[in-house]
């Protein structure tokens, strides 16, 4: 029997719960954006009145402005977004206690256990739809499928408040003429990569030989084909289940765009700083080091590497980060964001094969000096100590909060 997975997507969620904050502006073209001082001016979430216009998540307010004069512009309100999450779960979990969020808006429910006790996948749909809007005033859209890539699929289909299915009998005639972006797991890097072969449906990813499918994407390229034929067995969490850190990382919008390697350097040792310390806590090393640049014109590239030895100091994180961005970026614009992630994570103290030319007295100091360092900044404050490098204006934010821990799960290739 096939399993009843539900993916629920709480539509327009930040600019919602702003509505329901402030009931003046129901009915209006609203815009959630980030602060304009610290340079987070874009678009985080917008009304269905904006969408109308053409408004859209993630574009600079400039030129959302530019698609709708009248457009009101709101600022975000983080600890009411994180109130309505939880209670919107509070309600998922009284039909299964198989719910995964993903992101702060949606969820996957496995409700297979739960049909003898409340209906089909349908009837559980429309009934949590009733309800999030009877008691939380909001809507969601929700996917039902047999398993979770065609669940979030579906409830990306039709929205708001909709619920639509996809299933295995009908999977094809919905699912294979859709472009190849629709699908989670493929971003922009990948669908260029498809297109300039032909590969523009989903359908035609389903038909593409996985052989070449893997020489052209690697074994993300099977993944995918797996993912288009409806193949997708991976589970839905239980509520209780801590899935194990696969990477750390911190990332900043930058108050001005950096226009050289000394200023890419700073910012990258002062991320490091907070990704070194939740290394430590959780009891982890890294082996390799990701990161992740976003230019002027809001495009973003990812580059990562190995790291000679198992690491987990601020210092030699961001001398990596800095070599790794030299020797793979281009400075045809200058960057407005970067990112740092700790990847290919092991447990503290696990051990590790010693290289013959790795300066392993170097990196001991480096690692003493970290300890260090970091216990100064926990007894008398963070900003107790630092290198005289970062004393002056790096162009960060006085407050960072784009804290990434990522968990086991599907990622944009």
């Known amino acids: 029997m096939d399993r009843i997975i539900l993916h629920c997507d709480m539509n327009n969620f930040y600019a919602s719960v702003e509505t329901l904050l402030n009931p003046k502006l129901k009915g ?9 001082e610290e340079r987070h001016g874009i678009v985080l979430s917008k009304s269905e009145e904006a969408k109308a216009f053409g408004v859209k998540t993630g574009e600079a307010i400039w030129q959302a402005k ?6 009101l512009i709101v600022s975000p309100h983080y600890e009411e977004y994180l109130k309505y999450s939880k209670l919107a779960r509070e ?21 297979t256990g739960s049909v003898h006790l409340f209906g089909s996948g349908i009837d559980i749909a429309n009934q949590l739809r009733k309800r ?11 996917g039902v499928s047999f398993n979770k890539v065609f669940a979030k699929l579906a409830s990306d289909l039709k929205k708001p408040d909709a619920t639509t299915v996809i299933m295995r009998e009908n999977f094809k005639e919905i699912v294979w003429p859709l472009e ?55 589970i839905v969490y239980d509520a209780d289940y801590k899935a194990p850190v696969k990477s750390i990382g911190h990332g ?52 990562q590497t190995k790291t ?48 013959l030319f790795c300066d392993y007295i170097s990196h001991d100091k480096k690692e003493r000096l970290d300890t260090a360092i970091q216990k100064i900044k926990n007894k008398y404050g963070k900003k107790s100590i630092t290198f005289a490098s970062l004393m002056g ?21």
């Open 28 to 36: 209006k073209p609203v815009a959630v954006c980030g602060s304009l």
């Open 66 to 71: 530019q698609k709708c004069p009248d457009l």
């Open 91 to 111: 309600i998922y979990y009284d039909y299964t206690n198989q719910v995964e969020p993903f992101g702060i808006d949606e969820c996957w429910l496995d409700c």
């Open 132 to 142: 999030i809007k009877e008691e939380l005033g909001l809507t969601i859209s929700v």
């Open 180 to 234: 190849v972006s629709a699908m989670i797991g493929i971003g922009r890097a990948t669908t260029a990569k498809l297109r300039s072969y032909g590969i523009d449906t989903l359908g035609e990813l389903a038909k593409s030989p996985p052989s070449f499918l893997k020489h052209l994407l690697g074994i993300n390229g099977i993944t995918l084909w797996k993912y288009a034929n409806g193949m997708d067995d991976s």
């Open 252 to 303: 900043v919008t930058c108050t001005a765009d950096l226009v050289n390697n000394e200023e890419v350097k700073n910012v990258f040792m002062e991320l490091s700083f907070n990704v070194s310390k939740r290394l430590k806590e959780n009891g982890l090393e890294a082996n390799g080091v990701q990161i992740s640049v976003r230019d002027e014109k809001f495009f973003t590239k990812q580059y």
């Open 308 to 355: 000679p030895y198992p690491i987990q100091n601020s210092i030699e994180l961001a001398q990596i980060a800095t070599e790794l961005f030299i020797k793979r970026y281009d400075w045809k614009t200058n960057v407005r964001s970067l990112a740092i992630r700790a990847i290919d994570l092991t447990k503290a103290g696990a051990g590790f094969q010693m290289k």
């Open 393 to 413: 204006n790096i162009k960060m934010p006085e407050e960072i909060t784009e804290v990434i821990t990522l968990p086991a799960g599907v990622h944009l290739l």
